[in-house]
């Protein structure tokens, strides 16, 4: 089956720094990926769709400078949190889309852990 | 406007009781919509969806146009089946996003 990774699975880092995730999809070719924020118990929050090749098309409300992604090839997308502050804080989850004929369907990465101190 | 809504944000059963986790759509068209379900410290999986009309893990879930809504039915619960459980729909013209419900979590009691 398809199976999309993050890296890394948790992170700690001080308010004001900048931290890089990593999505990869690992036995298959990803053009669409998507980046979701979950807070505990509650439903993904998307954040952006990530397109191979293209700007990063972003959901209302999601700061574009704040939360930079990048999908720079077939397997991986990276979303930066630029000078992370407390509020920021949270569980972030991609998923890569497969399609599958005329309907697609969506792989998820296991999450990463962010803490901002 | 597309939106899906849980209305259980908890559910609390006893092992060999049914369960029906509810889901209600607003969706322009045809949709198409899953159930994905996330068990503790684990990643967010496709549970069923409705075009496969399959059943996986005992689960069942069938699509009802007229009252826009895709409960999911389980008839006797196990304790392994609690989680969080999100129902989901497609919009095909919104770029093909995931929309999904807040979500209710399971509680199977022995």
């Known amino acids: 089956g398809a199976v999309v990774s993050q890296h890394p699975s948790r992170v700690i880092c001080k308010s004001g720094t900048s931290v890089k995730i990593e999505c990869r999809s690992l036995?298959?070719?990803?053009?669409?990926m998507f980046w979701y924020r979950q807070f505990p118990k509650q439903s993904l929050m998307l954040m952006a769709t990530s397109n191979e090749g293209s700007k990063a098309t972003y959901e209302q409300g999601v700061e574009k400078d704040k939360f930079l992604i990048n999908h720079a090839s077939l397997t991986l997308s990276t979303l930066t949190v630029t000078s992370a502050h407390p509020e920021d804080s949270s569980f972030y989850i991609c998923?890569?889309?497969?399609?599958?004929?005329?309907?697609?369907?969506?792989?998820f990465g296991p999450g990463t852990r962010l803490t901002v101190t | 406007a597309q939106r899906v809504t849980q209305p259980e944000k908890l559910l609390s059963v006893f092992k060999g009781a049914p369960v029906e986790l509810k889901c209600n759509y607003s969706?322009?068209?045809?949709?198409?919509l899953f159930w994905y379900v996330q068990y503790s410290r684990q990643r967010l999986q496709l549970l069923l969806r409705h075009i496969s009309r399959e059943s996986i893990k005992g689960f069942t879930a069938d699509l009802n146009k007229g009252e826009t809504s895709f409960h999911l039915k389980k008839p006797f619960a196990q304790e392994e089946d609690s989680a969080m459980y999100y129902c989901?729909?497609?919009?095909?013209?919104?770029?093909?996003?995931?929309?999904f419900g807040q979500g209710t979590e399971l509680s199977v009691k022995p």
């Open positions: 969706y322009s068209g045809s949709p198409e």
């Open positions: 036995d298959f070719q990803a053009t669409t």
């Open positions: 989901a729909l497609v919009g095909y013209n919104q770029g093909g996003k995931l929309i």
């Open positions: 998923s890569a889309r497969v399609n599958h004929g005329a309907t697609y369907e969506q792989y």
